[in-house]
Structures are given as C-alpha cells and as structure tokens.
C-alpha cells in the first residue's frame, strides 16, 4: 500500500476528463477523434413484422457535452458488439448521451471511463467535479456537500435540494433527505446530470435538479472485472463484478469492500456495498428487471473545528467528537423492479421499489432512525410524426411515500442514554409531470411541459414530556417549462428555456431556542424557484465546449437566518438570486509530438469553470449580502498528454481564487487556494489498466468545506480541513 502523510495539508481530488483519443484510442477515458454518425431525421415508419433490433441511435441529431462525458469507442464498439440483444429497461451511454440531449438546458452524462480506470474513484467527488455548476465539497470518509446551482447551500448535514436516483430509484427519503454513504462510484457504467427545472422526467422538483446512477446490466460487455486500489492515509479497496446472459435471462453484480483511516484524527471508516440486477426479455420489445442494492456503513465524524484550527491543526478533531465517540453508520436495502415494454413509436416504463434504511448517528444526541420508503413510477414516450413534423411526448407518474421511526437518546460517551425524543414522520409525494417536444423544423423543436406535486407531511409525536411537537401539513404545487432547442448543426447545439421548481421542506427545516422565533415545521413554506436558462454545447473531432448562463429567482428559499448553540435553523428567506456561468472546454492544444498519422500522439487542455452570484434580494437583515457557502470561482483543469498506445500523463489543478463568506452576515470567510496534482497511467479500452495519482502535492493547508450560519465569529467551528498530501494507485483487469 502507498502511503504518503505530511502533517499539514490537503489532498487535490484529481478529477479525470474524458479526451478525444485518435481512432485507436489513448485511453478508455478518453473520446473519439471522430464524431459518431449523427444525423437529423424524422422517426421511422412502422417496420415490418419480425425481429425488431435493438434500438442503438437516436432519432434526432444529438451532440455530446463535454469531451469528458463523451463514450469512448471502445466502449461504443464493445456496446454495439455485444452477442446478446442489449437491454431495453437499461440504455447504453450512446443511447443515454442521445436522450439527454434533447434536454433544451444544463444537463450532462459522465461515463464511468472518464473517473473509474484513473482515479482512487472513491467519492462523488471523483465522479462529478468536471461537470460546470456542480459544486462538491469533501469532508469526511464519503460524506460530501453538494451543491448544483447554489442548492442546498444552507444544509450542514446530509444533502438538500438534489434528487439523488439509483437506475432511476431514489435514494433520497420521502422527506427530502440524501446521504452519499450510499454512492458507489466505482458500481456504476455511467452518471446522468440533471440540473434544475430539466429534471422534469424523474418528478424532480428542487433547484439542483436531479442526478442518476446508472448500474451495468449482464448484457453489457466485460461484464467481469476486479480491481485494487490503495493509497494515502491507509486508504484500501477491492472492487469485483460479474455478469452474463443465458438466453432470455441476464444478470450482474458487483461489490466493494473499502475502509481508511483517514487524514484527520477520528475519521477513520469502512464500508461494504453491493448492486445487483436481474433481467428477463419475454420478446424484443418486453424486458422485466429486478435490482437489490445493500450497503453496511461505519464512519467516525472528525468534525468542524475553528478557521485557526484549521489552517494551523488541520489533522485534530473537534475535542466534542472524540469525547462523544460522533459517527454516522447506515445499514441499507433496496428492492426494486422496472419493466419496459417497446411499440412501434411508443415505450411504456414501469415499476415499484421499497427501501429499508437504519441509521445509526451519535451526535450531539444519540440518533437512531428507521426508514421505510416505498414507491413506484410509470413513464410513456411517444416519438412520432404528426401531420409531418416530428412530435415527442413525455408523460408520467412517481410516487415516493415513507415513514421514519425517529428517536434520540442521551449520548454518552458514544453510548445511547435516557430516551430524549421520539415520533413517528411520515411523508407523500405523489408528482405528475408531461413534457411535449414538436419540431417545427427538422432542426428546431419548441418543448412546453409541466409538472403538478402533491406532498404531505405528518408528524406524530410520542414523547410528550417537552410538548407536543406533532402537525401535519401538504403541498399543490405546478411547475411549468417552456424552452427551444436548436441543432444548428449535427454537432452544435443552442438553447433557452424558463422552468419553474418547487421544493417542499423536510421535517429539519423549523426554528426554535432562545432569543429567537418559534417556527414549526408547519409553519415553512415551500422554495420556488424561476429559472431563466441559454446556452449552447458543440462537439468537433478536436476541441468541445459548452456554455450556459442561468438566474433563478427565489421566493422562501430554505435558508440559515437564526442559530442558537452555534446550529443553523433553516426557515423561509424572503427573496433571493442564484445566477452564473457554466462553462466547459477541451481541446487538443497540440498533436503530431512523436507520433504522426491517423493515430497521432495528443496533448489535450480540459477545463470546467462555474461563476456564482447566489445573494439575498433587498432581505430586511440581510440586504443584498451574499449566501454563504460557495465560493464565486471554482476552476478545475487539467493538461494530459496521450500517446496511442494508451499511456498518458500530465497535471491538474484545483483552484478557489477567492474566499467566500460562511455567514449571512458576511462577516466570517473562508480562505482562497490553489492544489496541483500529478497523474499517469495507461488504458487503451482494453481488459487492463493502471494508474497512479498525486494529490496535493504542495502539500497546502486549507479549507475543503464549510458549513454555514446567519453570524459568525473568529472562533465559530465550522471549517472542515483538506486532506494532505497523497499518492494513489490502482488497478483493474476486466473480461
């Protein structure tokens, strides 16, 4: 195992960019040098009778969006080559990338040969952090804070305000809640984006939007594979996988068991997590799935400690975590089944899940939570020709209802004491969403769509001794969309739209303490959002960008405007802004070094860039202060060279330019900084590859997340110190 601690320092999340490779190809990460065919056409009429192929291109002219979430053509040869008929309730990436596409906004796929064959892949982190406007902070173990658009920006604990799905089953609970505990980066064969109003397909109704994780099938090729990673900090994984088909039957699983000790004291943890699915085509048109997904969590919680500790100290721990033994542990199991049956222009999804969920949380308090969430969806998408234009149609149906058996004790000393709270919350959410995309020009579809939410939630409380904290409350929500999508050429995309999200709080948003009003978890009022969108996205055999422009008006949103013992209490904001810039580039600055011809050695720029103006609107507290969480800047780029033959080197860096405030106030900031990071390997999209990875490697101090509050001051403990220097490294044999 390689090991590399230094005293004071952080570790550089490399994130790996997929490249546009020459013909042969450099690396299973990267792209092709040659576009795949695209062409724009109206839908096909009705085959005649008989087998009926795999459907494996779009209908419409479709352009990937960024070279790092482009397919590589190994990938799309062993995809297209595979003996069996592909999947129908699960899409290739070609397939996905083309679907995603029509989306008139700010969406994008990641393929798992863009992070999984050259980095540790052991966060979100990894996954997502070259995807412009998504924000991922690093904390602890796999805990993260994400933030797509400045969403979620006032939660401290667990996610808020994106919709984490697994092959389109949500993680989050019924109340809103996600936890990356869950996320096996290394499981997954790609990584669907989804920002804001255009995740109106999976019912999503917050300001990030929605994210899916998307699991192989046996039908994939090189259904097999293992691979072994070790690193800084005593940081150790096996990953293995397999998978097959026996007529009309598949299946796959795969498992990892990972554990590190961690940079900081008391953030030591391990992990063991497994996916599975089980396939049957009753003809070419009708496939049933069955998924399980388990995952046993142990984690120690450093904690946040003062800005001075952080910058001077940053491998202690805040001395309440060690005394009270904090952790977060998580026992999960997922069921769940999705069916698709396929007609001449029309493909009807269906399906039903149930998740049992315990979670284990000494804290302050000692929690211990029990969830039940269960659900199912239905989707219909018709694509045809109507009075000779083209027409999509996009309906469906989610329902995501649960209940959590919630109790706290005493914390003493990680131990449970006396018995301090306790109450059964229960949660719905059923949405209806349709979606309409006519074309009326070839090239040119105007999309109008909306979504209705109902949601209710109810608590019933069952320790009466401090009161009767029990309500209930519901929601009716619509949320519009209108937008154009224009294919200016098969390879270059333009786009507006305007889309409305409402976002029903949780049973964490209330306010209550000394000094401070009482507001109830009945008394908030759901975030909603409008958004204002345009952008454009091209892809060419040697360079490819995407850029996007968006501003979300808010009214309510959750955000921090009181404290009390130094914890935030999330209640409704009158207005505020989100707006930005979302920009994504890459280019092969150079070719033709050492290698000439058809397969020419390359050395590629890629580069993901997100500006963010996330303010209060005239608050009469606040004023036009910025919110506190995200910096205004965050750059992350890389330099590779390529050879043919599939080794490749170069460096990274992740750069915050300037501090941002963790106050509403703005009285309180963080600290700007800079990480280089170094990275080789070799992968040509065959069955081996290798690499290694340095991460920090100036060794520098700084401040990799932070959580907020409405006031600071010099000595608030909110700061999460990065993590040192650190060398990584890892293999992976498929077949």
């Not at 033709?592 to 050395?603: H, L, Q, S, T, Y």
């Amino acid at each position: 195992m390689l090991r590399c601690h230094a005293r004071r320092g952080v570790s550089v999340v490399a994130i790996q960019a997929a490249l546009l490779a020459s013909s042969s190809g450099a690396f299973a990460q990267s792209s092709s040098a040659v576009l795949p065919p695209i062409t724009v056409e109206a839908p096909q009429q009705k085959r005649a009778s008989g087998v009926r192929p795999p459907r494996n291109t779009a209908r419409s002219a479709r352009v990937t969006r960024s070279p790092r979430t482009t397919p590589s053509p190994q990938q799309t040869a062993r995809e297209q080559s595979a003996g069996a008929p592909g999947a129908l309730t699960v899409l290739t990436a070609q397939q996905a990338l083309a679907e995603i596409n029509q989306t008139p906004g700010g969406v994008a796929l990641v393929s798992a040969e863009a992070y999984r064959n050259s980095t540790p892949s052991n966060t979100i982190k990894d996954v997502l952090d070259y995807v412009p406007g998504v924000y991922v902070q690093p904390k602890w173990g796999d805990d993260t804070r994400l933030s797509i658009r400045g969403s979620g920006l006032s939660r401290n604990f667990h996610l808020r305000g994106v919709q984490l799905y697994m092959d389109g089953i949500p993680i989050n609970t019924a109340d809103g809640y996600g936890d990356f505990q869950e996320i096996d980066p290394s499981a997954y064969k790609y990584v669907e984006v989804f920002k804001g109003g255009n995740a109106l397909q999976f019912g999503a109704n917050s300001l990030g939007g929605a994210i899916n994780f998307v699991t192989p099938t046996g039908r994939d090729s090189f259904p097999n594979g293992v691979s072994f990673d070790v690193g800084g900090f005593g940081y150790k994984r096996l990953q293995a996988n397999a998978g097959g088909v026996n007529g009309p039957w598949d299946g796959f699983v795969t498992a990892s068991t990972q554990a590190a000790d961690g940079f900081r004291d008391h953030s030591f943890g391990s992990s063991n997590r497994l996916s599975g699915n089980v396939g049957y085509q009753f003809s070419p048109d009708v496939e049933t799935r069955f998924y399980l997904n388990a995952n046993e969590v142990r984690q120690r919680i450093p904690g946040t400690v003062t800005k001075t500790s952080a910058l001077t100290d940053p491998e202690a721990a805040a001395p309440a975590n060690v005394a009270m033994d904090q952790q977060r542990n998580i026992d999960t199991v997922r069921l769940a089944n999705k069916t698709t049956v396929r007609f001449d222009d029309t493909k009807v999804e269906f399906g039903a899940f149930g998740v049992d969920r315990h979670l284990m949380h000494p804290i302050f308090q000692w929690l211990d939570y029990r969830y039940k969430d269960y659900g199912g969806f239905a989707k219909i998408t018709d694509d045809r020709t109507i009075g000779g234009f083209r027409n999509k149609l996009v309906a469906g149906v989610n329902v995501l209802n649960g209940s959590i058996d919630n109790q706290q004790f005493a914390n003493i000393g990680g131990q449970k004491g006396a018995l301090l709270s306790s109450s059964i919350d229960r949660s719905e959410n059923t949405s209806a969403y349709v979606e309409d995309s006519f074309y009326v020009l070839p090239n040119l579809a105007v999309i109008g769509g909306t979504q209705f939410l109902y949601a209710t939630r109810n608590r019933q409380d069952r320790f009466l001794s401090d009161g009767d904290q029990s309500g209930a409350t519901r929601f009716n929500l619509w949320s519009p969309k209108g937008g154009l999508l224009w294919q200016i050429d098969p390879a270059w995309q333009a786009f507006v739209n305007v889309s409305r999200s409402a976002e029903v709080p949780s049973f964490g948003e209330s306010a209550i303490g000394l000094g401070i009003p009482t507001i109830p978890f009945t008394s908030i009022r759901p975030q909603i959002a409008t958004t204002y969108e345009i952008g454009t996205r091209m892809k060419r055999s040697d360079y490819a960008w995407e850029l996007t422009a968006y501003r979300a008006n808010i009214r309510d949103e959750l955000q921090c405007l009181y404290s009390t013992f130094g914890n935030c209490n999330v209640t409704n904001a009158d207005r505020t802004i989100h707006q930005g810039i979302e920009a994504g580039a890459g280019a092969a600055i150079f070719r033709d070094i050492f290698v000439n011809g058809p397969a020419p050695d390359k050395i590629w720029l890629n580069l993901a860039y997100s500006f963010n103006d996330f303010r209060f609107d005239k608050d009469p507290t606040f004023g036009n202060n910025r919110l506190p969480g995200a910096p205004n800047h965050y750059l992350r780029a890389e330099l590779l060279y390529k050879h043919p033959t599939g080794f490749y080197v170069g460096p990274n860096v992740e750069w915050v330019p300037q501090a941002y405030f963790v106050d509403s106030m703005n009285k309180l900031t963080s600290e700007p900084y800079a990480l280089l990071g170094l990275k080789a390997g070799f992968d040509n999209g065959g069955p081996m590859s290798a690499y290694i990875e340095g991460r920090n490697l100036t060794n520098k101090t700084y401040i990799a997340s932070a959580s907020i509050i409405d006031r600071a001051t010099a000595t608030s403990a909110l700061f999460e110190p990065g993590t040192g220097r650190a060398v990584y490294a890892g293999m992976r044999y498929r077949w």
